[in-house]
């Protein structure tokens, strides 16, 4: 008797003449097919066991988006000599301030001001005053300064007018010194207050190496999906649900079993399979698919007291950017979102996001430094990004939407 042949009668045979064998052979099969279409279904979902960065961290729709900006800001600085009031306007109901720093190797401004105008009505563009902050004591320092874009995309270009030498001494030395938390802290104050001066009812705070889908609209306009996942905060929650799942499901299958007509068709091996194997692999496969794609939040604005990262894209009611301003400069140094959050969680304040996202993080060298670890591909600059972003399509993606600023 040959080996294949005596595996077979000792083992393969007796699972397979058995109903609690067929179905523990199904249930593997089953298993195993679910989690080959688990690598092609969650891939791009960053809490998922199958998220897979090499596929994940793609660009069609923020490559879409930055061909046009592109076409737009081209068109638009042609056009700038014949027509200087292009983007000007009388009734301003939002203010946009973009904070810029001269980065190593790439420029984003661009990009950044080009998806944001393109795709609004001339009416909408001139409901919004455009500040620019050079982030620099000497902002020729900033490859940007003398571009004809710049002006022809901007209401005002903003640089430091401080007759304070001590400040001004200060402001040097945190550039020499690459001072990221404090240099950042001043600069998003400085620029806040300027557009509180605009006389704009909202204030949009955008970092300036991000994407704008076409219709953008206020709040919260960028998160990262990385922090959603089964946080281990909720894990009684969680091992309290798949209790009580599994016992949901033994209680179903022994009162089948007590029954007549599943008495012989059902059998304890089934029930204890089900119960105890079946059930758990299956919670087990739940919890590895990831949070964002097992339990996605629906579109639109939904509140967010929690896990929101990062600080690429703020919308403030003009009300509430003197206090910000004020608990910025009390709380530094430290990261604009982080400040803020502290702040949302002591007052209890709330906090709102769209979803999806509006804008996507493209800054692969961060001016606050690049932290690449020693196992690390990518930057910690290029990993701060917005799957669901991507998933917009690219053609008919001009939709009818409000007023920007309704």
């Known amino acids: 008797m040959t080996p294949l042949v005596k595996f077979y009668s000792r083992c393969a045979y007796p699972v397979l003449t058995t109903v609690a064998g067929r179905s523990f052979l199904v249930f593997l099969l089953a298993y195993l097919l679910l989690l080959y279409l688990g690598q092609h279904a969650f891939y791009a979902d960053p809490t998922s066991v199958f998220f897979d960065p090499r596929r994940a961290y793609q660009h069609p729709y923020s490559s879409h988006r930055q061909r046009q900006a592109d076409d737009f800001v081209e068109t638009t600085e042609r056009s700038f000599d014949k027509n200087d009031s292009a983007l000007r306007g009388t009734r301003t109901s939002l203010c946009l301030g973009i904070a810029t720093v001269e980065r190593s190797g790439s420029q984003y401004l661009r990009h950044t001001l080009g998806s944001l105008m393109e795709g609004l009505t001339d009416e909408e563009r001139h409901t919004i005053h455009t500040v620019i902050l050079i982030g620099h004591t000497q902002p020729q320092n900033h490859s940007i300064y003398h571009e004809p874009w710049l002006k022809a995309l901007s209401n005002q270009i903003l640089t430091y007018n401080i007759s304070n030498a001590k400040q001004l001494d200060l402001l040097t030395e945190w550039e020499r010194h690459q001072d990221y938390r404090r240099k950042a802290i001043y600069d998003y104050t ?23 889908r076409v219709d953008w609209l206020y709040l919260r306009l960028f998160f990262t999906e990385q922090f959603f996942g089964w946080n281990r905060e909720f894990w009684p929650t969680y091992l309290l649900a798949s209790v009580g799942v599994v016992a949901a499901v033994a209680i179903l299958l022994l009162m089948l079993h007590n029954t007549l007509r599943f008495r012989t068709s059902l059998p304890l091996q089934i029930i204890f399979l089900a119960s ?47 206090r910000v301003v004020s608990k910025l400069k009390e709380k530094e140094p430290g990261f604009v979102d982080m400040i803020i959050e502290e702040w949302a969680n002591e007052e209890d304040l709330k906090r709102f996001a769209v979803i999806p996202s509006l804008l996507q993080h493209i800054g692969s060298h961060s001016s606050k430094g690049d932290d690449f670890g020693p196992t690390q591909p990518m930057s910690v600059a290029e990993t701060i990004f917005n799957f669901g972003f991507e998933g917009y399509e690219q053609d008919g993606d001009r939709v009818t939407h409000p007023s920007i600023t309704e």
Do not use: N, W
Request: include cysteine; hydrophobic fraction near 50%; charged fraction near 10%.
């Open 190 to 212: 400085y620029l806040l207050e300027a557009c509180t001066h605009s006389g704009a009812s909202h204030i949009a705070m955008i970092e300036d190496d991000v994407l704008a």
């Open 276 to 322: 105890i194997v079946y059930t758990p692999a299956f919670i087990l496969l739940y919890f590895m698919a990831g949070r964002v794609s097992m339990r996605p939040m629906a579109p639109g604005v939904h509140e967010m007291p929690k896990f929101g990262c990062c600080a690429q894209g703020f919308v403030f009611p003009a009300a509430v950017a003197p």
